[in-house]
């Protein structure tokens, strides 16, 4: 029977207890602020709102570097010699951590890596199905592993409701015009992931607890949601009040067992305090 251990980007937002669970190796991606660089993961994602607030400029996040790859690699065989590792890469067309293990497994034997396609909950879904597919099937081939990759990532679906377009315009993402409009009309758009590219999704009018509750509500009911692999991501800031109000509008759906995990530095970037997001694989 072969070991088999997934190594992931931090920017898929796995909660700790997803991590111990299934043994998963986290490779770190990065955030600028100012002139310093650092893991994410290594600092509270509150800095990052504090460093905007203070200076105006939004940190820039990185992917994982070559070297950042080949370290955990290393660790993962150090210890387990004979192990199978199954890299599941953060969107390879957001960042350059999908070329970074490319480059870094051509030095070891069994690196397999795979794109998820997706960011944040989305590749974090994907991940801990990963795993509970390969504990639940341990005879698998890596290549088998692979496909059961390719497969799901092609039905999991994610939409981020953001509170504040604040972040979003000022990496880009949403031009003044656009945030201006929104704030006149009470406007709230989705952020979802679309051939691996965040971009706008639904639009939603009046206040962010009505946004909250129809994008949801439309989620749940646009996907035939598997109610096993619903996670639910929150930004700091996240009242607790809309923790409840999540909770019950998926156990109205049949969801019970939803998981909350903590959005990262690298998601947050852009999302902003207080944004929530939603992830599942569809049957």
Same mark, same amino acid.
């Given at each position: @029977?072969?070991?088999?251990?997934?190594?992931?980007?931090?920017?898929?937002?796995?909660? !700790?207890?997803?991590?111990?669970?299934?043994?998963?190796?986290?490779?770190?991606?990065?955030?600028?602020? #100012?002139?310093?660089? +650092?893991?994410?993961?290594?600092?509270?994602?509150?800095? $990052?709102?504090?460093?905007?607030?203070?200076?105006?400029?939004?940190?820039?996040?990185?992917?994982?570097?070559?070297?950042?790859?080949?370290?955990?690699?290393? !660790?993962?065989?150090?210890? +387990?010699?004979?192990? +199978?590792?199954?890299?599941?890469?953060?969107?390879?067309?957001?960042?350059?951590?999908?070329?970074?293990?490319?480059?870094?497994?051509?030095?070891?034997?069994? $690196?397999?890596?795979?794109?998820?396609?997706? $960011?944040?909950?989305?590749?974090?879904?994907? $991940?801990?199905?990963?795993?509970?597919?390969?504990?639940?099937?341990?005879?698998?081939?890596?290549?088998?592993?692979?496909?059961?990759?390719?497969?799901?990532?092609?039905?999991?679906?994610?939409?981020?409701?953001?509170?504040?377009?604040?972040?979003?315009?000022?990496?880009?993402?949403?031009?003044?015009?656009?945030?201006? #409009?929104?704030?006149?009309?009470?406007?709230?758009?989705?952020?979802?992931?679309?051939? #691996?590219?965040?971009?706008?999704?639904?639009?939603?009018?009046?206040?962010?607890?009505?946004?909250?509750?129809?994008?949801?509500?439309?989620?749940?009911?646009?996907?035939?949601?598997?109610?096993?692999?619903?996670?639910? &991501?929150?930004?700091?800031? &996240?009242?607790?009040?809309? !923790?409840?109000?999540?909770?019950?509008?998926?156990?109205?759906?049949?969801?019970?067992?939803?998981?909350? @995990?903590?959005?990262?530095? &690298?998601?947050?970037?852009?999302?902003?305090?207080?944004?929530?997001?939603?992830?599942?694989?569809?049957?």
């Amino acid at each position: @029977m072969k070991k088999y251990i997934i190594t992931t980007e931090s920017g898929s937002d796995l909660s !700790k207890e997803i991590i111990e669970r299934y043994n998963i190796q986290i490779i770190p991606m990065h955030v600028t602020m #100012g002139d310093q660089t +650092y893991p994410d993961g290594s600092f509270e994602v509150q800095k $990052v709102f504090e460093f905007y607030e203070e200076t105006g400029t939004l940190p820039k996040t990185s992917g994982s570097t070559i070297q950042d790859n080949t370290e955990v690699f290393k !660790k993962v065989f150090a210890k +387990y010699p004979d192990a +199978y590792i199954i890299h599941i890469a953060y969107s390879s067309v957001t960042t350059v951590s999908f070329n970074a293990a490319n480059i870094a497994a051509q030095d070891f034997e069994n $690196v397999y890596i795979v794109d998820s396609k997706h $960011v944040s909950i989305g590749a974090a879904t994907i $991940v801990k199905a990963t795993a509970q597919f390969i504990e639940d099937n341990p005879n698998k081939s890596p290549e088998e592993i692979i496909a059961f990759v390719e497969d799901i990532r092609e039905r999991t679906h994610m939409v981020f409701l953001p509170k504040t377009l604040i972040y979003l315009r000022a990496g880009g993402r949403v031009s003044n015009l656009a945030f201006y #409009g929104a704030n006149i009309l009470k406007i709230c758009p989705t952020i979802i992931l679309e051939n #691996g590219y965040l971009v706008s999704g639904r639009k939603y009018r009046g206040s962010f607890d009505r946004s909250l509750k129809n994008m949801i509500n439309d989620f749940l009911k646009s996907y035939n949601i598997d109610p096993e692999t619903v996670l639910i &991501v929150g930004a700091p800031s &996240v009242n607790d009040n809309y !923790k409840e109000v999540i909770y019950n509008l998926l156990r109205e759906n049949g969801v019970q067992k939803a998981r909350w @995990m903590r959005a990262g530095a &690298v998601i947050s970037s852009h999302g902003g305090p207080g944004a929530i997001g939603i992830a599942g694989i569809e049957k």
